[in-house]
């Protein structure tokens, strides 16, 4: 199957072995003094060891590899203890893997294990962000809460940034879907009222972010499954920000569904082109 998997560069690699206890599965081993992808089945393709490579040797590529095996990965981990198994089940949980997470809980049911608390807690340092955590949002008006200032917050749902967000979560079941650029909000005053009311909003930058390929993905799982009726970009005039639609369009793609986007491209200026 095609699927994402991580690349060593070996010429880079200095063979440190920082990634090596970075990735919690076990795909990775030292040998003969760089670190070598062993097994397709371990690897997850979400990339904790990239945080981990001090010259940049690791990269997430798309190839025909092995399908990803939760069972097989449990079975490792699990002689090897609690704080192991915790680890990785909130490695997974933090990337929005949820299916993994639901069979990596059912076998340690299955052979009697207690399930680890790995959904509590975080630290951002460690790669994973309590400010991740999914939520809904409710109106100031609708409750009692002091309003601050004269404009209000038209969010209705947590996280924003793309790489954060969960494509399953079924905050996006129907949703009209804005995909913001992130300096749009910044440019444009009226941000709230004008794009964001009344839909889900999700932001990406498609010139400095990494992984874009990731949010081709993402998008195109949202499409193909969240029946989303309606789609906006809003992105800046820059020629760069037209990343974002070629984004769009390749999720669209992918995911092979038809919609119409409609475009808003904002000036530097701060006025609607």
């Known amino acids: 199957m095609k699927r994402q998997i991580i690349k060593i560069d070996e010429d880079k690699c200095n063979g440190c072995g920082e990634c090596v206890s970075g990735c919690h599965e076990g795909a990775l081993q030292m040998i003969d003094g760089k670190a070598r992808l062993v097994s397709e089945i371990f690897c997850d393709g979400l990339g904790a060891c990239i945080g981990s490579c001090p010259v940049d040797a690791i990269t997430i590529e798309e ?85 601050t200032g004269t404009l209000q917050s038209q969010l209705r749902h947590w996280p924003l940034q793309l790489h954060l967000v969960n494509p399953a979560d079924s905050s996006f079941d129907n ?16 941000f709230h009222e004008k794009f964001v009311k009344g839909k889900r909003l999700v932001i990406l930058c498609p010139k400095l972010d990494q992984g874009t390929d990731r949010y081709i993905d993402k998008l195109a799982m949202i499409f193909q499954t969240k029946n989303v009726r309606s789609v906006t970009i809003a992105r800046m005039e820059v020629p760069c920000c037209g990343g974002v639609e070629i984004i769009v369009q390749k999720a669209l793609e992918k995911a092979g569904v038809s919609k119409m986007v409609n475009v808003k491209v904002v000036g530097i200026g701060g006025e609607i082109q």
Do not use: W
């Open 63 to 147: 190839r025909e590899a092995e399908p990803y095996d939760e069972s097989k990965v449990m079975e490792r981990l699990i002689p090897l203890g609690e704080n192991t198994v915790k680890a990785h089940l909130k490695h997974l949980f933090e990337h929005g893997e949820h299916e993994y997470v639901k069979q990596g809980v059912m076998i340690l049911k299955m052979k009697g294990i207690p399930v680890p608390d790995f959904a509590s807690g975080g630290s951002c340092a460690s790669g994973g962000c309590p400010g991740s955590a999914a939520m809904n949002i409710q109106s100031a008006q609708n409750t009692s809460a002091p309003q």
């Open 175 to 190: 949703a009209d879907l804005l995909i913001c650029a992130d300096c749009v909000p910044y440019a444009f005053a009226n």
